[in-house]
T-cell receptor, first 115, second 117 residues
Framework: DGGITQSPKYLFRKEGQNVTLSCEQN?????MYWYRQDPGQGLRLIYY???????QKGDIAEGYSVSREKKESFPLTVTSAQKNPTAFYLC??????????????FGPGTRLTVL | AQKVTQAQTEISVVEKEDVTLDCVYE???????LFWYKQPPSGELVFLIR??????QNEISGRYSWNFQKSTSSFNFTITASQVVDSAVYFC??????????????FGKGTKLSVIP
């Protein structure tokens, strides 16, 4: 089945550790995104990538890093520089229609807790 | 700057009642797109509808309907004869051109709908 997978579903991190969240899609989408969701809040964009080997900062990129070496994969690293990393992280992907935004489809999310 | 406001934080209805979720947006773009997503307790966002700024026709899909009014910058979502399975957080989102052909989604804070049996 086509879709977006994220792993792990739950992740616990000690303070000072870096952790990497996985996001894979088999929809042949060009663009991929990472969002952060805090309780009672909407989604905020961390990073996005429109093409392999290229990515852009979103609204809250500080303390995060990404890579896009393959079209299917867009891993997110939460570094120790991120002061408040406990949140729900959602990955999304979309096709790339020239001159118009494609609908973003979301993965099941990863819930990160800092101990 | 773009902004989406969902003024209703939480709504509770009894099963079979109709319910309308409000969404008001702000944008300077002349071309833009509006979306609704559903987030059930499992957490995954499920796409419901997309509407572009040139299409003000209302849309109906089963028990769901959407009312887009450019004059009031609103894109409201109505569920008719609500069911317990409709219980979720619903997000309205707006997409406009962020430059260089990049379209970013701006989300509202969501409305939590609880349907009581």
């Amino acid at each position: 089945d086509g879709g977006i997978t994220q792993s792990p579903k739950y992740l616990f991190r000690k303070e000072g550790q870096n952790v990497t969240l996985s996001c894979e899609q088999n929809l042949n989408h060009d663009a991929m995104y990472w969002y952060r969701q805090d309780p009672g809040q909407g989604l905020r964009l961390i990073y996005y990538s429109q093409i392999v080997n290229d990515f852009q900062k979103g609204d809250i990129a500080e303390g995060y890093s990404v890579s896009r070496e393959k079209k299917e994969s867009f891993p997110l690293t939460v570094t120790s520089a991120q002061k408040n990393p406990t949140a729900f992280y959602l990955c999304a992907s979309s096709g790339n229609l020239a001159g118009t935004p494609s609908t973003q489809y979301f993965g099941p999310g990863t819930r990160l807790t800092v101990l | 700057a773009q902004k989406v406001t969902q003024a209703q934080t939480e709504i509770s209805v009894v099963e079979k009642e109709d319910v309308t979720l409000d969404c008001v947006y702000e944008t300077r773009d002349t071309t833009y797109y509006l979306f609704w997503y559903k987030q059930p307790p499992s957490g995954e966002l499920v796409f419901l509808i997309r509407r572009n700024s040139f299409d003000e026709q209302n849309e109906i899909s089963g028990r769901y309907s959407w009312n887009f009014q450019k004059s009031t910058s609103s894109f409201n979502f109505t569920i008719t004869a609500s069911q317990v399975v409709d219980s979720a957080v619903y997000f309205c989102a707006l997409s406009g051109d962020s430059g260089a052909g990049s379209y970013q989604l701006t989300f509202g804070k969501g409305t939590k709908l609880s349907v009581i049996p």
